[in-house]
């Protein structure tokens, strides 16, 4: 009568429950493997904008001392100071904000682990189809 049946009569529940921890386990894995992608896309995405941010603000540097010295040159012996010191100011406050504007823009960005948080959004609402997950997706 048992002939359908491949162990023994309680064989059957603790299968299931291996299989059940056994694809949790691949679930979270595969989690954890894209958020580490997730992770090193910000950070190559990072470098590379700081990368580009000292060449700019380097070759800015440059353009602008020369650019000052020749300003400073075109006026008199008498304004020479005077137009210094307005240039000196104007670099400094503009130097002051680029970098209030850098802060601004290192804070977390919008969208960073999009596809981590829409695989688990999709997980929750494959295991418990209510509407509670809904309200926590971004």
């Not at 006026?75 to 100011?89: D, I, K, N, S, W």
Request: glycine fraction near 12%; charged fraction near 15%.
């Amino acid at each position: 009568m048992n002939e359908g049946r491949a162990g023994p009569p309680g064989g059957g529940l603790l299968v299931s429950l291996r299989r059940l921890i056994a694809t949790a386990l691949e679930l979270a894995q595969v989690r954890l493997e894209l958020l580490g992608t997730e992770l090193e896309e910000q950070k190559l995405r990072i470098l590379a904008a700081l990368v580009w941010a000292a060449l700019g603000a380097l070759l800015v540097g440059v353009g602008l001392a020369l650019f000052a010295g020749f300003v400073v040159l075109l006026f008199g012996e008498g304004y020479r100071l005077q137009v210094l010191a307005v240039l000196t100011l104007v670099f400094l406050i503009g130097g002051a904000l680029a970098l209030r504007h850098a802060g601004a823009r290192l804070k977390t960005p919008p969208g960073a682990f999009a596809a981590s948080v829409a695989e688990l959004v999709q997980d929750r609402s494959a295991v418990a189809p209510d509407e509670s997950v809904e309200r926590h997706s971004p």
